[in-house]
């Protein structure tokens, strides 16, 4: 079993969703986060003041799912996140060891 991270634009968000249920994932978690890589930040215009923001919004992913759908998830969320532009975020693969459904006590892949 794995995790899968995505760190996406928030305004894609309803289209990695989409993607995720037409291949089977049912659940997910969101968190909201802001960050910065190669971006570097970026400058806007307030009341005729200019500054600086470091840290741009991003929405974080965590998808639980079996070994054998790490490539479609990926995959699917790569081309559904995708604008071709500079800060499009990142996916991570995480290893999980067990996990378990607390309201039955089930574990393994069964929870998924």
Not at 2 to 28: C, H, N, T, W
Not at 38 to 50: N, P, V
Request: proline letters at 4%; glycine letters at 10%; charged letters at 30%.
């Amino acid at each position: 079993m794995k995790r899968v991270e995505a760190y996406i634009k928030p305004f894609k968000l309803s289209d990695v969703q989409e993607a995720l249920l037409k291949v089977g994932i049912q659940g997910m978690t969101l968190t909201e986060v802001k960050g910065f890589g190669r971006q570097k930040g970026h400058t806007e215009l307030y009341r005729g003041a200019e500054y600086h923001i470091d840290f741009i919004p991003k929405v974080k992913l965590e998808i639980a799912v079996p070994d054998q759908m790490v490539e479609k998830v990926v995959k699917v969320v790569m081309e559904a996140a995708r604008t071709g532009k500079i800060g499009d975020g990142k996916i991570m693969v995480i290893p999980v060891e067990q996990a378990w459904r607390i309201r039955t006590g089930e574990s393994g892949e069964d929870i998924l």
